[in-house]
């Protein structure tokens, strides 16, 4: 053994490196400049030789340790450019030394991280694919606080982790090892107090196996061209306050191709696809609401680049992209976040508490800094890196609430004695304000099924700062209305026109989701009162009110062609359905429905504005009649909505202009399977006045139907003076006057 080799061994930290316990190998590892040279070191598990190439020399590293530690001194100044050569059997492999670069992440970066505000903590932490100083590898990082030390297994090295040992920053462990491309698998080798090594999942990873014991992948998520320029320069600019949102619910399992789906939407005159979650998730069966690797999208449906292109196309098809997001709550299996680095690290610290009570998965500690930046983080990436337009988180009721399906004794009060998760709620202000502030135009949607005050108004005025809130009321209390006979409707008559009530306390989008159509729910056509034909036409009605109602929409896969199956995640929706008339006129009705929705603005701009709706009719309790007004400006429509099973021919209501209504639109019309066939008719207001209104029109009402008129304003006429007659022949003449000017 050479002696100056020797008196440079620090056989401590060498000793602690072969049992890996080492956490700064870079301190002991690496080239070092000596008084006689500079000393390379690397540690090679199962070598039978090391030399070290630099230039046109190779030196012959010496064996220090059995378990496979090398070491030699080279007789320069400075330290050159040189690459392992390692011999194992009959195979030679050449490597650059991982513990010749730098540290990657800066120590402002760790900081940013450690107080919960780096956003971009995905450029760094993670597996990415780069060059440093000309040579190609991949940056890892993990953060894992309490491990003893972090190695890194993958395909690269053989599966051997202690040969790959990563260098303590504080809390973040990380690596940079030449020679690691895209697709090489790997996970985190990490030991705990106590001896015990973990195999972990990369909580950063770009892609994963589909199988979720298995491993990550490495994955270049910077190296997709875009072509959405123009979107995306727009979608800064967008206010949906003032544009059309008409949201198309699907899971991508259920589409051939992307360009099916990119065709379909484009067509169907949806403004935005909201995709069940495209994270990696465990199974099918959860619908991919079990996501294990945040920052994946699934290997199920390609690539990563597969994804993008999907959005990019989407993008240039003029469709907005919406993903399902989870923060609420993670799957528990071996390989996941579960105690990640032998310590409850991303779930909520009291176990007892830290199950969700519905679904056994884990709660988030959002009093963790770090564990906000990695959610925080996240929603940014899917916005800035896969170009998504808004997220849609679910389950926000489990975040908000700390006694959230639990008994009283089963839950810790807040400091004040309440049952709110003021964690959670600092964690949702963050990040609205955050994502909003870097993205602006993008839409963030809640999914809460309480009574959460002002869920949507600002974070600037201490909420939460959501664009919108599922109206599960109105939902629910619309279906359970459309269930009831005709006859008992008039005994729940406010049940249909409560929205109204409450509808500006938030901003609410109106929901006909997955959530109904499954688990023995019936799909929306089976809700619907009566005998085949009649659920038909009801829904007809119903989508009517929907899309006239205030507040964004959203639709559920199959509902468009009147699904009669509820929705099943292992079969494809039932598109024959399209070759039966029933099902195509129900279609065509849709399709032109939403296309009236998105082209008029009454019926989207100002939708939180309380002077664009008004109530014409909304006592006629015997009739079930309601009547409504829509406006955007000079723009006006009225919507008549029969809930009897009977046809009123002369139906009267007031109004306070002279005008002419013009049908626009009736599912009782012949080409959407109605009755009625012929021109559509122009009713012209009667100079007389109705109830406390200037003045009346007369209309004709199908049963179960719904009519959507345009509302043409006319001069006001000129009042006929009457002529003088005497006290007996005056009524006679008013009347007669009166008629001739009528007709």
Known sequence: MDEKVYGYMDWPRIEAIVYGEETAPRDVMGPRITQDGVLIQGFFPDAEEVSVISGKKTYVCEKEDEAGYFAVLLPVRKVPEYRFLIKMGETETECYDPYAFPCQITEEEEKAFCAGVYYEAYKKLGAHPMEIKGVKGTLFAVWAPNAVSVNIAGDFNGWIGRATIMHRMSGIFELFVPGVEAGTHYKYEIKVKGGEVLL?????????????????????????????????????????????????????????????????????DFTHVELHPVMEYLDDITGGYSTYAYYAPTSRFGSVADFQKLVDELHQAGVGVILDWTPAQFPRYASGLEKFDGTPLYE??????????????????????????????NACFWAEVYHADGLRMDDVDAMLYLDYG????????????????????????????????????????????????????????????????????????????????????????????????????????????????????????????????????????????????????????????????????????????????????????????????????????????????RWIEVEA???????????????????????????????????????????????????????????????????????????????????????????????????????????????????????????
């Open 621 to 743: 309790v015997e009739e079930r009649v309601y009547i409504y007004e829509r406006m955007c400006g000079e723009d006006h429509f009225i919507v008549v909505l029969n809930m009897s099973d009977a046809q009123y021919n002369d139906f009267e209501f007031g109004y306070d202009h002279y005008a002419v209504l013009h049908e626009v639109l009736s599912g009782e019309r012949k080409e959407y399977g109605g009755y009625f066939e012929g021109p559509k008719e122009d009713i012209v207001a009667k100079t007389t006045g109705y109830k406390w209104w200037k003045r009346k029109f007369k209309i004709t009402i199908p049963a179960l139907a719904a009519i959507i008129y345009k509302v043409e304003f006319l001069p006001e006429p000129k009042e006929i003076p009457l002529p003088m007659l005497d006290e007996a022949s005056i009524d006679i003449d008013r009347k007669r006057l009166r008629a001739e000017h009528e007709n």
């Open 200 to 268: 972990k999942a990369d909580p950063y990873g770009n892609s994963a196996d589909h199988d979720p014991e298995g491993a990550s992948v490495v994955a270049d998520v910077s190296a997709f061209q875009w072509n959405d320029g123009d979107w995306m320069k727009e979608r800064h600019r967008f206010d949906d306050r003032k544009q059309p949102v008409s949201i198309y619910e699907t899971s991508l399992e259920e589409w051939k191709s992307a360009e099916e789906l990119v065709e379909f939407l484009a067509e169907e």
């Open 406 to 613: 639990r008994n009283p004794g089963e839950w810790t009060p807040n400091i004040y004695g309440t049952n709110e998760n003021l964690d959670a709620l600092e964690f949702l202000k963050h990040l609205n304000s955050v994502i909003k502030e870097r993205n602006p135009g993008l839409l963030l949607v809640a999914q809460e099924n309480g009574l959460w005050p002002e869920l949507t108004d600002s974070v600037e005025n201490d909420h939460l700062g959501f664009d919108y809130k599922w109206d599960m009321g109105w939902m629910n209390d619309t279906l359970d209305y459309f269930r009831i006979h005709p006859y008992d409707r008039k005994f729940h008559y406010h049940k249909l026109s409560f929205s109204m009530m409450y509808f500006y306390n938030e901003h609410y989008l109106l929901p006909f989701s997955h959530d109904e159509v499954v688990h023995g729910k019936a799909t929306i056509l089976q809700k619907m009162w009566g005998e085949y034909d009649l659920k038909f036409q009801q829904a007809k009605t119903l989508y009517t009110y929907m899309y006239t109602h205030p507040g964004k929409k959203l639709n559920f896969m199959g509902n468009e062609i009147g699904q009669f199956r509820e929705w099943d995640e292992e079969k494809e929706c039932d598109w024959m359905l399209l070759d039966y008339p029933k099902h195509q006129d129900f279609h065509r009705f849709m399709k032109d429905l939403n296309h009236l929705y998105i082209s008029e603005p009454a019926f989207f701009n100002g939708d939180y504005n309380s002077v664009n709706f």
């Open 348 to 377: 909520r610290q009291n176990p007892a508490e830290a199950i969700h009570p519905f679904w056994g998965t884990l709660l988030y500690n959002y009093g963790s800094p770090m564990v906000k930046d990695f959610l925080i983080s």
